[in-house]
């Protein structure tokens, strides 16, 4: 089975510009995460998405982040503009819908620097 | 903010010995995860203890859960080199099913 495939690795970017990431889940994963995780730090949720819905964005900086999950797999992650505390790795994970104990599955990550 | 607080924030122990680190949390749950991150790369998912659990066994882990103190052990046994890696727990509430909640994690460096 392929893993959650995520790009690009790495993205150099300085202030006030704009950047997106990619995400594809794993085939048949019907919910979709984006964490966000700063250096030394665990990884805080940003937004789950059930198909193409979103079931929870409340910690997603809206006034600078959006993400959508077209057709309900694939999802992008954007922000603009970015500000110097926005560096961070972003990480990806999918999980089947409906299964209650069900790991997530998680990629490797965008890992953004602001200058 | 964080939903778990991780005990010790880091370890470093020799090939063959024991690592222990616990986690606590706020919320009743569904259910508790442990996860680990090597460096660069995404969290991998070890095991998975029920709210009705107490204890669970995969290989060389060893989970506990205290669903009364609100806490949770890993074990890892015979520690390894490969076994250097963060640690992270993830609480699945059962006032919001699915929001994963990680806390801060343990660093474990395994010296050969």
């Known amino acids: 089975e392929a893993g959650v495939a995520q790009s690009p690795r790495y993205k150099i970017i300085e202030k006030r510009q704009s950047v997106a990431f990619w995400c594809n889940p794993i085939s048949g994963h019907a919910t979709l995460y984006w964490y966000q995780q700063i250096l030394g730090q665990g990884p805080k949720l940003l937004i789950q998405?059930?198909?193409?819905?979103?079931?929870?964005d409340s910690q997603l900086p809206k006034d600078r982040f959006s993400a959508e999950r077209l057709k309900g797999v694939d999802s992008t992650l954007k922000i603009q503009p970015a500000k110097l505390e926005d560096s961070a790795v972003y990480l990806c994970?999918?999980?089947?819908?409906?299964?209650?104990?069900?790991?997530?599955?998680f990629g490797n990550g965008t890992r953004l620097t602001v200058t | 903010s964080q939903q778990g607080e991780e005990d010790p924030q880091a370890l470093s122990i020799q090939e063959g010995e024991n690592a222990t680190m616990n986690c606590s949390y706020k919320?009743?749950?569904?259910?508790l995860q442990w996860y680990r991150q090597n460096s660069g790369r995404g969290l991998v998912h070890l095991i998975l203890?029920?709210?009705?659990?107490r204890e669970k066994h995969s290989g060389r882990l060893r989970v506990t859960l205290d669903t009364s103190k609100k806490s949770s052990s890993l074990l890892i046994t015979a520690s390894r080199a490969a076994d250097t890696a963060s640690y992270f727990c993830?609480?699945?509430?059962?006032?919001?099913?699915?929001?994963?909640?990680f806390g801060a994690g343990t660093q474990v460096v395994v010296t050969p």
């Open positions: 994970a999918s999980t089947l819908q409906g299964i209650s104990n069900s790991p997530l599955h």
């Open positions: 993830a609480m699945d509430p059962t006032d919001s099913w699915g929001k994963f909640q």
């Open positions: 919320t009743s749950i569904n259910n």
């Open positions: 203890i029920r709210s009705n659990e």
């Open positions: 998405f059930q198909n193409n819905g979103v079931v929870d």
